[in-house]
C-alpha cells in the first residue's frame, strides 16, 4: 500500500545532540502523527497534530504539521540513550464515512542510535 | 489513559493450526480496532479495519477467510489466524480509537504490545 517518504532510514548520533526526522507525502493528510517503537513492542504515540501549521512540543520532543498538509518533521533534543528506537510518521484522513477514515499510513521508519 | 492490550505476547504452533490473538481496549470504548502485521525492519502493514459489531474491512491481498475478525463487543477485538503456515510468523499488532477521552480525539489510534507468532 501506500507509503509516506521518511527520512533519514537511520541515524547514529552522540548523546546530546539534537535530532531531526522529516516525512512528506504526495497527497493531503488532515492529521499527522508520530510515534516510536521499542524493539517487540507496539509504537507509542509521541505527538499528534491536527491542524496544518501547528507546532507541538512534548518534553524534548517537537514536531510540526507542514502547511502544504502534506509534509510533517519531528525533532529531538538533547537526545539520550533512551531515545534509541524506531520513530515513524503517521498521517491520517479523518473525514467521516469515507472509505479511509481513521485509516495510518505509515512511513518507513527511522532507526535512531544514541551513543552515550 | 488510552491503553491498549494483547493476549498472547507471543505464541509458537505447529503448522496447520489456528491461532487467536486477543485486543482489548482497557479504558475506554473502541468503536474502531485495525489489525496490523510487521516484518522485521518494516514498517507496519495494515490487515483489516474492524467496527464494532459488523463485518471487518480488510485490505487488498488480505485473505479474509485464512485471517478472521470478530470485534464482537466495544472493548475486544479477536484475530484468528487460521491453518497457520511458517509464512505467516510475523509480529501483529493491533490498534484501536474510540470516541471518548484521549483515544476519541481527531481518531488517534493507540497502539496494543504487539504479539509475535512463530509458525513450526
Known amino acids: 500500500g501506500q507509503q509516506l517518504n521518511q527520512s533519514p532510514q537511520s541515524m547514529f548520533i552522540q548523546e546530546g545532540e539534537d535530532v531531526s526526522m522529516n516525512c512528506t507525502s504526495s497527497?493531503?493528510?488532515?492529521?499527522w502523527l508520530w510515534y516510536k517503537q521499542d524493539p517487540g513492542e507496539g509504537p507509542v504515540l509521541l505527538i499528534a497534530?491536527?491542524?496544518?501549521?501547528e507546532l507541538t512540543s512534548n518534553g524534548r520532543l517537537t514536531a510540526q504539521f507542514g502547511i502544504t498538509r502534506k509534509d510533517s518533521f519531528l525533532n529531538i533534543s538533547a537526545s539520550i540513550p533512551s531515545d534509541v528506537g524506531i520513530y515513524f510518521c503517521?498521517?491520517?484522513?479523518?473525514?467521516?464515512?469515507?472509505?479511509?477514515?481513521?485509516?495510518?499510513?505509515f512511513g518507513q521508519g527511522t532507526i535512531l542510535t544514541v551513543h552515550p | 489513559g488510552a491503553v491498549v492490550s494483547q493476549h498472547p505476547s507471543w505464541v509458537i504452533c505447529k503448522s496447520g493450526t489456528s491461532v487467536k490473538i486477543e485486543c482489548r481496549s482497557l479504558?475506554?470504548?473502541?468503536?474502531?480496532m485495525f489489525w496490523y502485521r510487521q516484518f522485521p525492519k518494516q514498517s507496519l502493514m495494515l490487515m483489516a479495519t474492524?467496527?464494532?459489531?459488523?463485518?471487518?474491512?480488510?485490505e487488498q491481498g488480505v485473505e479474509k477467510d485464512k485471517f478472521l475478525i470478530n470485534h464482537a463487543s466495544l472493548t475486544l477485538s479477536t484475530l484468528t489466524v487460521t491453518s497457520a503456515h511458517p509464512e505467516d510468523s510475523s509480529f501483529y499488532i493491533c490498534?484501536?480509537?474510540?470516541?471518548?477521552?484521549?483515544?476519541?480525539?481527531?481518531?488517534?489510534?493507540?497502539f496494543g504490545p504487539g504479539t509475535r507468532l512463530l509458525v513450526l
Open positions: 490498534s484501536a480509537t474510540g470516541t471518548s477521552g484521549r483515544a476519541g480525539k481527531g481518531g488517534t489510534q493507540y
Open positions: 497527497s493531503i493528510f488532515n492529521t
Open positions: 497534530l491536527y491542524k496544518a501549521g
Open positions: 503517521a498521517g491520517q484522513r479523518s473525514r467521516a464515512g469515507g472509505t479511509s477514515y481513521g485509516k495510518l499510513t
Open positions: 479504558d475506554f470504548q473502541a468503536t474502531t
Open positions: 474492524s467496527n464494532e459489531g459488523s463485518k471487518a474491512t480488510y
